[in-house]
Nanobody, 115 residues
Framework: QVQLVESGGGLVQPGGSLRLSCAAS????????MGWYRQAPGKQRELVAR???????NYADSVKGRFTISRDNDKNTVYLQMNSLKPEDTDVYYC?????????WGQGTQVTVSS
């Protein structure tokens, strides 16, 4: 059974930082491209960062230069380092494969950026 478990969210002031983690089980993690997605209530889920099996990365323009995605294949974990956070980064953050598998969506982790 595949599980993707996100953690690391929280409340942070504008300009602050958070590091999200996504622990994967039940998949051959190292062979898949992985992504971090986010979704606000009433809005479509969007891809903010992706990393290939070889470690190449891409970012949405809205987070480029502020967010960094990385992966540890030995730990079956993908990370999202978020710096210089803005109120508009407030969302629930999810990880999934690229492209996403509907059955793999987890609970996500809430990130709230507010003073």
């Amino acid at each position: 059974q595949v599980q993707l478990v996100e953690s690391g969210g929280g409340l942070v002031q504008p300009g602050g930082s958070l590091r999200l983690s996504c622990a994967a089980s039940g998949i051959m993690f190292r062979i898949y491209a992985m992504g971090w997605y986010r979704q606000a209530p009433g809005k479509q889920r969007e891809l903010v960062a992706r990393i290939t099996s070889g470690g190449s990365t891409n970012y949405a323009d809205s987070v480029k230069g502020r967010f960094t995605i990385s992966r540890d294949n030995d730990k079956n974990t993908v990370y999202l380092q978020m710096n210089s956070l803005k109120p508009e980064d407030t969302d629930v953050y999810y990880c999934n494969q690229i492209p996403p598998i509907r059955e793999y969506w987890g609970q996500g982790t809430q990130v709230t950026v507010s003073s």
